[in-house]
């Protein structure tokens, strides 16, 4: 059940802003968030649209206050222990030197080589999932997607359809290369190389040589 599950976010700006919202609408108990200002911790949880309006305001998480809110550093905020660890700030967040202090049980890398290979090494060792950038960042581009659809066919959808349809497109995503993981015996992250290695060599054998 989600109500059993914590999530840790790195990064609060538009992606993390999103994670931490979707997560917390799904009744996944935030307890850390960081921005380039620091980090916050609460076990109990923290009020995500409190802290959303709070840096609408334009004011850092090192300003933010609240009853039994902690204000700790990034790398504390990395190692504590919770189920989903989202990286939503810079490359290499989680690198070969402290993958090992990682206490999450899911890596979820919502944002472009955020774990380097030498993490992933580690991670897999430790049997740490890792869901990888290729599987965890595609709504963006998802929505673009729509975007254009709607534009050629004159159509309109509301946020709830295109939120719907992006939704379904990840998870069937994920499942796939979940399956391709076990099919293969290999990580999420190999599994989705496979399968888009898989994806174009079929093209290519479908269209042929084209200009």
């Known amino acids: 059940p989600y109500d059993r599950c914590t999530a840790v976010i790195d990064g609060f700006g538009n992606v993390g802003r999103s994670a ?92 472009n080589a955020q774990v380097t290979p030498g993490a992933d090494a580690v991670l897999e060792e430790r049997e740490i ?7 965890a960042t595609p709504g963006g581009v998802i929505v673009d997607y729509f975007e254009r659809v709607q534009n050629v066919q004159s159509l309109m959808w509301d946020e709830y359809e295109v939120n719907r349809m992006m939704k379904n497109l990840v998870l069937k995503t994920f499942d796939r290369v979940w399956e391709g993981a076990l099919e293969y015996g290999v990580s999420l992250r190999m599994a989705a190389f496979v399968l888009a290695l898989d994806k174009v060599c079929l093209a290519k054998k479908i269209r042929g040589i084209f200009p």
Not at 39 to 66: N, S, T
Not at 129 to 135: R, S
Request: proline share 4%; charged share 20%.
């Open 20 to 111: 931490a919202e979707g997560m917390y609408e799904e009744g996944i108990r935030v307890i850390g968030l960081s921005d380039t200002s620091g980090a916050i911790f609460r076990e109990a949880g923290l009020d995500v649209p409190e802290i959303v309006e709070h840096k609408l305001a334009g004011k850092p998480l090192a300003d933010y206050r609240a009853a039994g809110v902690q204000h700790i550093g990034r790398e504390a905020l990395l190692r504590t222990p919770c189920t989903v660890l989202a990286t939503c700030a810079v490359g290499e967040t989680v690198t070969g030197d402290n993958a090992g202090d990682i206490q999450a049980q899911v890596v979820l890398e919502c944002g």
């Open 129 to 135: 999932t890792v869901i990888p950038d290729l599987v």
